[in-house]
């Protein structure tokens, strides 16, 4: 029996979230091109399902650690596009004061814990967070992003180990996108079923559709009870696609024109807005109204970004350890 219920407000905020997403990440595309976006930046679109269909099965006080393809599950927690931006430009009014870039994204008052470049550093941060919750006794869930190159990482078997043996409130989700930086999957590994990795630990694992966010609520609601429950942890594998390459340098040239073309006629965003106007959520007037939104969203992320101030030289020295007076820092 699902906790949370799919119905017409779930459609309508799942248009607007995902929208919100791929519009803000083609803008972001566009300004890295303009060089205004510097460093690193690894782009979200495709994927969009695989976020906003967790979201709509979790509750605020849930938190969040991904990789450094981590924009769009900044949006979805809810730290606003302005301070997503503003950190990609390197701002003081970024959320991460702009140290973080587009990799390390960070909202301590969203539960939203990065953002990480380290590949797979935060599978044991993610498990770790769940001991924590744990051990205050709370019922929240830490939900642990990954890639599919990151699941070949020593750090997985130890933190999924640890996670069921202490029967940790985390969902690990590896977002399975065919090609980690570049190389498919099927070049990498015998067993192309990642999923199947939860197996020897005797975690319950899943693959999942990740193209459609009804199909990822669903595993990820199931997989909230179990944590909830103290039934510990879950892997599922959510099967989605990027449309663009690795990161903004990559040309994606492993991959057919065809490849990519079919993916994009299961695209998330369209599903939805199929969906809508079939069941008559709402009517075209409606679409176009959200669009219109977002676009201004997004307009003025840029406008709040572009006008904010850089950081201050002093804030190299901020932010370094918990402790301001840390006797061990020294001009």
Same mark, same amino acid.
């Given at each position: ?7 017409? +407000? ?30 690193? !930046?690894h ?21 969040? =650690?991904?990789? %450094?393809? +981590? ?30 870039g587009? *990799? ?8 939203f814990?990065?953002?990480?470049? =380290?590949v797979?550093g ?21 939900? !642990? ?25 985390? =969902?690990?989700? !590896? ?14 590994t ?18 999942? +559709?990740? *193209? +459609? ?16 429950n ?17 990161? *903004? ?37 409606? =679409? ?9 969203i ?18 190299? %020295?901020?932010?370094v ?11």
């Open positions: 029996m699902s906790a949370v219920e799919i119905n017409k +407000d779930t459609y309508l905020k799942w248009f607007e979230s995902m929208l919100l997403m791929r519009k803000f990440e083609e803008k972001t595309g566009q300004l890295y091109g303009q060089q205004k976006i510097r460093g690193f !930046c782009l979200y679109i495709g994927q969009e399902a695989v976020v906003a269909g967790a979201i709509s099965a979790l509750t605020p006080e849930d938190s969040m =650690i991904t990789a %450094y393809r +981590d924009h769009a599950h900044a949006l979805a927690k809810g730290v606003s596009a302005r301070s997503i931006m503003a950190e990609m430009y390197g701002k003081a009014t970024g959320c991460s004061k702009g140290k973080g587009s *990799m390390h994204m960070f909202s301590k008052e969203h539960n814990y990065g953002g990480h470049g =380290i797979g935060q599978i044991p941060l993610g498990a770790g967070i769940a001991f924590a919750e744990k051990y205050k006794g709370t019922k929240n869930v830490n939900v !642990c992003y990954m890639g599919d190159g990151a699941v070949r990482q020593g750090a997985l078997n130890e933190a999924f180990n640890m996670a069921m043996l202490w029967k940790l409130p985390v =969902i690990f989700v !590896c977002e399975n996108n065919g090609y980690a930086m570049g190389t498919s999957v099927q070049r990498t015998n067993m192309t079923d990642i999923y199947k990795i939860g197996l020897g630990f005797d975690m319950p694992c899943a693959p999942v +559709d990740g *193209m +459609d966010p009804v199909a990822v609520h669903n595993a990820m609601d199931e997989a909230a009870q179990r944590a909830r103290g039934e510990g942890p879950t892997f599922l594998e959510m099967r989605t696609y990027r449309y663009r390459g690795h990161s *903004m340098s990559d040309p994606a040239k492993y991959r057919t024109k065809e490849e990519l073309e079919d993916y994009k006629t299961k695209d998330p965003i369209e599903l939805v807005r199929e969906v809508i106007l079939k069941e008559k959520y709402a009517d075209q007037a409606w =679409i176009e109204s959200i669009e219109e939104k977002v676009k201004e997004v307009d003025d992320s840029v406008k709040f970004a572009e006008e904010s101030p850089w950081p201050e030289a002093s804030e190299l %020295y901020t932010d350890y918990v402790q301001s007076d840390y006797p061990y820092v020294t001009d």
